[in-house]
Nanobody
Framework: QVHVRESGGGLVQAGGSLRLSCAAS????????IGWFRQAPGKEREFVSA????????YYADFVKGRATISRDNNRHTVYLQMTSLEPEDTAIYYC??????????????????WGQGTQVTVSS
């Protein structure tokens, strides 16, 4: 069983920045592909960003390209999502997900095996 925990959400003004963290345990972290998704009220969950097990593959949704950077620290069993120039439209619950099953399809939520409880990000105008 893999345990996933997000942190770093909060209230920020438009134009501000946040760094979300995703800590995962219970399996070999360095073999895990990690993704971030978000869900705003009344909307479906959508892909935000992902990083593969080796760290040399980074993936971003078009709406965060240039505003987000994903990275991982295998020693700390943690993946980070740094977001800048936040907009009210970024307000959502952000979820971290783990895929440890082999071939990686970073943008497809059903391909992930384990999910965290989410962390709320609220951007005020």
């Amino acid at each position: 069983q893999v345990h996933v925990r997000e942190s770093g959400g909060g209230l920020v003004q438009a134009g501000g920045s946040l760094r979300l963290s995703c800590a995962a345990s219970g399996h070999v972290f360095s073999s895990m592909n990690i993704g971030w998704f978000r869900q705003a009220p009344g909307k479906e969950r959508e892909f935000v960003s992902a990083i593969n097990w080796s760290g040399n593959g980074e993936y971003y949704a078009d709406f965060v390209k240039g505003r987000a950077t994903i990275s991982r620290d295998n020693n700390r069993h943690t993946v980070y999502l740094q977001m800048t120039s936040l907009e009210p439209e970024d307000t959502a619950i952000y979820y971290c997900a783990v895929d440890d099953s082999g071939t990686f399809y970073p943008t497809i939520s059903n391909e992930y095996d384990y999910w965290g409880q989410g962390t709320q990000v609220t951007v005020s105008s």
